[in-house]
């Protein structure tokens, strides 16, 4: 299934220059991990607080994009600088399902937004990346399929809020868009488990 995780590479290969800065400076991976979540954090409080005007919205892709960087450099550092550690793969997976709550559940304060839609979608979101990660105790691999992963959720919801935050997109339209994510999310978890039983089974 088609993910804009396929991308991860390239984008890797982007940042490996500014990773290379970081470590250098002593700066570790768990610490980019926590500085995500942090900003994710302190974005979705933004949305919340300030829900009935548009502008935090118009900031939702920009916040995405540190955050998926944020993410990837995490990533490098833990593998090319070892790095990796137990306590930092706890901080990887539970900062992913808390970053995604912070950042979505928000729209559920939105006006005229039917708020089980974003609350929905956050629940499928979360159960996928437990699916994702059982793939590992039945003897896959961590499974990343689509077609609604973390980077997809990220593209979807960061133009949501652009669109939204915009004026371009009436609510009606945005409830029409959560409830495709809806099914997507639940799509993207039975691929997951599919993907896992294939692979011990070839």
């Not at 118009?58 to 070892?82: C, F, K, Q, S």
Request: net charge positive; glycine share 8%.
């Amino acid at each position: 299934m088609i993910s804009i995780y396929q991308l991860k590479p390239y984008f890797q290969s982007v940042l490996r220059p500014l990773t290379r800065s970081l470590a250098a400076m002593g700066i570790t991976a768990n610490q980019v991990t926590v500085s995500a979540i942090l900003l994710s954090l302190l974005s979705g409080m933004t949305i919340v607080v300030w829900s009935s005007q548009g502008w935090p919205l118009l900031l939702l892709p920009v916040v995405l994009l540190m955050r998926m960087a944020l993410n990837a450099i995490d990533g490098l550092l833990a593998r090319e600088y070892h790095m990796q550690s137990p306590l930092g793969a706890i901080l990887n997976e539970l900062g992913d399902v808390i970053s995604d709550a912070a950042l979505y559940l928000p729209f559920a304060w939105l006006p005229a937004i039917y708020a089980p839609l974003p609350v929905l979608i956050v629940l499928l979101a979360v159960i996928g990346e437990m699916m994702g990660v059982v793939g590992i105790q039945i003897g896959a691999s961590r499974r990343y399929d689509g077609p609604l992963g973390k980077s997809d959720r990220a593209l979807a919801f960061g133009l949501l809020g652009l669109l939204l935050g915009s004026g371009v997109l009436p609510s009606i339209g945005c409830n029409v868009v959560l409830s495709i994510l809806v099914l997507l999310a639940a799509w993207t978890i039975v691929n997951r488990a599919r993907g896992a039983l294939l692979e011990i089974k070839s």
